[in-house]
Structures are given as C-alpha cells and as structure tokens.
C-alpha cells in the first residue's frame, strides 16, 4: 500500500511539474480591475521633509545631529497614525545607497507608550533583482532600507541623516556634501488579519474541503478562493492539495521515491534527498495573492542555497510569525516595487519553514534575494537579526533540514561548492564565474553583514547536518 501511494504521488507530481513555468506577460494586479475590494493589510507612505526646530523634535540617538540646517537631514515629528506593525524607508533611485542613520520610535497601539529610538538597517540594496533583469527594470523598483518589525503601533517619529562627506551613489568615486537620496518616504506596513479575502477576481474555486453535489441538508459552504490564490496554491499540487495551508513532512524514503517517480531528470542514479520539511504555504501565512506579479519566474536550476536575515529585529513571537511575513511581503512589493516577496523561504525563530515567493517550493523559482546571483539558487532568510544575537537552535536546524530536502531535488551536496555567474555586486563583476559553497551565507556574494556574524558562523555545522540528513 505504501509503495502504491509514493507512486501514485510520484506520477502526479510529474504531471505537475511538466505543466508550463510560467503563465502570461506579467503585470502588477495592483492596477488590475480583479484586484479585491478589501485587501489584507495596508500600506501607509508619508514624506520625510527638512527636520523643523530642535525644540520641537525629541531628542535623537549618539552620533545623531539635531542641526535643522545640515542639507543631509530628514525626518518626521512625532504624530498619530493609522495602525501599523512594520516600518522601512524608501527612495526614488534604487540605484542610489542611503549612506547614513535611520531612527524611528513608535507609539505602541495598546499601551500608548513611546518606544526608544531603534535604528533601521540602511545596507539593503544587496537585497534586490539583479542588474538587467526584467523585475529589476520594470520602473517600479525603488530604494529601501530594511525593514523593522515594531508590533502593533499607530504613532511613529523619523530622523534621517547622512553621514558626512559621503557618495550618494554605490559607484561615485568621490565624496559629495551630506546629502541623502531624493524621494524619502516612511512606509507604515499594516499585515491585516491572517486570512486573504476572496477578492473581486474570484471564481468557482474551492479547496479540497469544499462538499460535492451529492451533499445535502445543512452543508457548510466552503471559501471560494481567488483565481490568484488557485494559481499560487495549484503551483504545490500534488506536493499538498488545492487550498492546502500547509505541505506535511515526508520521512526520507518516501521523499525520494516522489522525487524518482517525477522523474524531472535533475536526479542522480542513487539519489541523496533528506526529508520534506513541513512548509506552511502562502495560503497559510495569509498573502494576498493580488499583490505580485500574475506570472511566476523560474531560474533553470538550484545550485547553491544563500542563507540571510531579515534584519527585521528579534521583537516577535513565534505565533506573530505569519503577520512578519505579511508585513515584508507588503513591503517587498508595494513599497520597494519587487515582483513578489524576496525570498524562496523563510525560516521563523521556532523553526517553522514558510514558503515565500510564489511558484512552487519543489520548482527553481527565481528570487530577489542575494543581487548579483539570484539566478539558479535559492534564498533562505531567517527572521530575526543575528549580527550580536545567537540564532535560536530551532532555527538553524530547520535550515540544514529545508536544504537537505530542497537542494537534494537538485542533486546537490551541501558540503560541496558549485559555480555561479554573477550578474553584477560590489564584490564580482558582471559575468564572472565565481566559486561558491553549496551552502553560502549572503555575504559570500555581496559585501554585507547579512546573515549577521552569528548566524553565518552557524554555515559550517549546517552544511555537515544537511548532509547527513540526505544520507551521505
């Protein structure tokens, strides 16, 4: 019986995976009349302006000016606004770095308390589509901090200021006055309740619990999902069914007789595939589907895994993980201008594995995460940040579990290195071929602190688990 089952789920699996990669030419359905009528979630987007008197303004960090009169200072005074859980700032000119500091302090929804200043990670152009691409080319890309997840808060204080002397571009080779990217807006991201609304482009699609004709009397009917939702979830079938909020565990032997069965060619005779992870889908986490791009992208393989940090802060518990996500995806999309969420995964403090971009966890989808080498990788973020503190144990096992899994789709060793073409970074020029660990952190391919010094010191051990959980 069991043998059947695998079978069965292994020839459905090809039948999935023989469908076509990509639907039609891609366009936000932000602008699109099918876009929902009550989206989850929202976006507020205020200018910085020239900071007013000193007097008027709350005192800032060290290291932070209060001279309303340096060229390179922006901010906003303290105000109410609607509620929100996650800040980052934006600019114009995605080509163009925000040297300088950036501090928010919010007022929390609940308690009405003022936070202290908090700094916001202004080193977040690594994170992005590489140069040349369509996502990166499609005009709508802009500038970004990281973003820092707050909680729950409706009043919020900026201070921007660069830092003197200092390039306003990554390839200016001198130093200009302190002057800081045109175009500063604050986004104040609301995540909205877990579960997406149908939305107006819904159609006569329900999920695997929904009642059949023969079903009589007090039948509950079932959520209609929106032809953008179906399409995110049918890219998992037959890993889970249509609707599914989740992709449950496989133990190792019926995680590779499903990827033999398919039959997709990328596997070796004697296949070293670890165990499926359980994967809380898009579905699960709640994203609103009508934000991406309608067109999934693929990249031709997965050669190598990069491992990152949001650089969002450590302030959430696991239960508001879902919420996170919502809040980045948001941010990703309607603030920062991507095609959809970043990353192929994430990874919260307990260990549990989320789906991220849209496509399909089992496909090469292409990602907006380490620029430079988005192509034939995948991305992996960790929430948190781990530059001073230690990931948790739980996190860092589910990443040697996920890449067990995943990069043994693909015929690759953990412990091994592979090559990639760069696509253009700070640290290897465009088209050169560069040696990489199977198992990389981000700032193997661009010159950055993410995954912060802790969490990339976790790589070595990582790279050894991920094996042995394959079998080698």
């Known amino acids: 019986m069991r043998g059947f089952l695998a079978s069965a789920v292994g020839v459905a ?15 936000l359905a932000e602008s699109s009349p099918a876009a929902p009528t009550a989206p989850a979630g929202s976006t507020q987007s205020l200018p910085l302006a020239p900071l007013g ?142 579960d997406p609304p149908a939305g107006g482009d819904a159609k006569n699609v329900t999920g695997s619990g929904a009642t059949g004709d023969d079903d009589k009397g007090d039948a509950v009917a079932q959520p209609v999902m929106s032809t953008a939702t179906a399409e995110a979830s049918s890219a998992n079938v037959p890993l889970a069914p249509l609707g599914a909020k989740e992709i449950t565990a496989l133990n190792r032997e019926d995680s590779i007789a499903d990827a033999v069965l398919a039959g997709d060619g990328a596997l070796s005779s004697t296949p070293y595939i670890g165990p499926r992870p ?25 050669k190598a895994a990069f491992v990152h940090h949001t650089a969002s802060g450590n302030n959430y518990a696991c239960t508001d993980a879902p919420a996170v996500l919502r809040s980045l995806y948001r941010y990703h999309v309607v603030s920062a201008g991507w095609r959809d969420f970043g990353y192929n995964f994430a990874v919260d403090k307990c260990g549990t594995v989320y ?25 992996i973020a960790v929430l948190g940040t781990y530059a001073t503190t230690a990931p948790p144990a739980a996190a860092v096992d589910s990443v040697a579990a996920l890449t067990a899994w995943k990069l043994g789709l693909f015929n690759r060793d953990p412990r091994a290195t ?43 051990p990582t790279r050894t688990a991920s094996a042995k959980l394959q079998g080698r």
């Open 355 to 379: 789906e991220g971009r849209a496509g399909g966890v089992a496909k090469p989808v292409l990602g907006a995460h380490t620029m430079g080498f988005n192509t034939d990788s995948m991305g």
């Open 418 to 460: 592979t090559t990639l073409k760069s696509g253009g970074g700070n640290l290897y020029a465009k088209g050169s071929s560069v040696k990489m660990n199977v198992i990389s952190g981000h700032r193997d391919g661009f010159a950055t602190e993410c995954p912060g010094k802790l969490l990339y010191n976790q790589l070595p």
């Open 53 to 194: 008197s000193a007097a008027h303004r709350s005192p800032g960090v060290p290291g932070m000016s209060t001279s309303p009169h340096l060229p390179g200072t922006r901010g906003l005074a303290a105000r109410a606004v609607n509620k929100f859980s996650l800040v980052g700032v934006v600019w114009d000119d995605a080509g163009t770095q925000l040297f300088g500091h950036v501090q928010v302090r919010t007022r929390s929804a609940r308690t009405g308390t003022w936070s202290d200043w908090q700094d916001v990670e202004t080193r977040n152009s690594e994170h992005a589509p590489d140069p040349g691409t369509l996502e990166r080319g499609n005009g709508r890309v802009r500038g970004s901090t990281a973003p820092l997840w707050v909680g729950e808060s409706d009043g919020i204080e900026v201070r921007v200021q660069a830092e003197p002397g200092t390039p306003i571009t990554s390839t200016a080779r001198s130093a200009v006055p302190s002057h800081l990217p045109s175009g500063l807006r604050i986004e104040l991201v609301d995540p909205g309740e877990t």
């Open 278 to 302: 359980r994967i809380v889908t898009r579905l699960g986490w709640g994203a609103d589907e009508t934000l991406r791009e309608k067109a999934f992208a693929y990249t031709s393989t997965v």
């Open 13 to 27: 699996t090809a039948a999935a995976l023989a469908l076509p990669l990509a639907l039609t030419t891609p366009a």
